[in-house]
């Protein structure tokens, strides 16, 4: 992930999201999914220690690390202060949003109405998270995205393979992936990370 002041930009794509019951699944996940090729992780504030994992890993000058699920300033403030360089939200949040501008952070918080993409913008919004973007799909999106052009728009939850390259032909520039990558056990994070990057790649090159 690459940010010049307003501008927002993927690389691979990917940024893997990771939410486990402990802070050793979650730092045994992302190690290998480091070690698997993504450079841009998000930790969420429903996984234990996430504060710690995020100071852990974002002495990783390779790897992009951030805040996910950011419900409050408070949230915000602890993600800056452990080295997060990105704050996602499920919502708009009048107050994540600000907070994350005002500590020098990407902002990315979830919108799934022109309503809400609206006020993300108006909030100072860098980047929109399309979610739940299974339940809402790539046509949806498109009708979305026409008034408000020129904005990076991020695809989170319920991905496929399947489904990259319609998201990709909607305007989409990043996914948000949690268990397509992880579901399939530690020994499985290589061929899955190998496989979305690849389809990604594909997609774009259409």
């Known amino acids: 992930m690459v940010s010049n002041n307003s501008e927002v930009t993927f690389d691979?794509?990917?940024?893997?999201i990771i939410r486990t019951k402990t802070a050793d699944e979650a730092r045994t996940a992302a190690t290998?999914?480091?070690?698997?090729?993504?450079?841009v992780i998000e930790f969420t504030t429903t996984t234990p220690a996430v504060f710690d994992l995020i100071e852990e890993?974002?002495?990783?000058?390779?790897v992009h690390v951030g805040l996910g699920t950011a419900m409050s300033r408070a949230h915000v403030l602890s993600g800056k202060d452990a080295g997060a360089k990105f704050v996602i939200s499920p919502h708009v949040s009048q107050e994540v949003?600000?907070?994350?501008?005002?500590?020098?952070?990407?902002?990315i918080p979830g919108v799934a109405s022109p309503t809400?993409?609206?006020?993300?913008?108006?909030?100072?919004?860098?980047m929109l998270k399309f979610f739940p973007a299974s339940s809402l799909g790539p046509n949806y999106l498109k009708s979305v995205r026409d008034p408000f052009p020129g904005n990076t728009w991020m695809a989170t939850g319920g991905i496929s393979l399947d489904t990259i390259e319609e998201w990709v032909l909607a305007?989409?520039?990043?996914?948000?992936?949690?268990?397509?990558?992880?579901?399939?056990?530690t020994s499985e994070i290589p061929n899955r990370v190998?496989?979305?990057?690849?389809?990604?790649?594909?997609?774009?090159g259409k």
Not at 12 to 16: D, F, H, I, P, T
Not at 171 to 185: A, E, H, Q, Y
Request: hydrophobic share 50%; no cysteine.
């Open 171 to 185: 305007g989409v520039s990043g996914f948000g992936l949690g268990s397509p990558l992880t579901s399939g056990g």
């Open 32 to 39: 290998a999914l480091i070690a698997s090729g993504v450079d």
């Open 116 to 126: 809400e993409v609206a006020d993300a913008l108006r909030f100072g919004a860098d």
């Open 97 to 107: 949003i600000e907070a994350t501008k005002q500590a020098g952070l990407i902002s």
């Open 12 to 16: 691979s794509g990917l940024v893997a």
């Open 194 to 204: 190998a496989a979305f990057k690849k389809a990604i790649a594909t997609a774009r």
């Open 57 to 62: 890993f974002a002495s990783n000058k390779d």
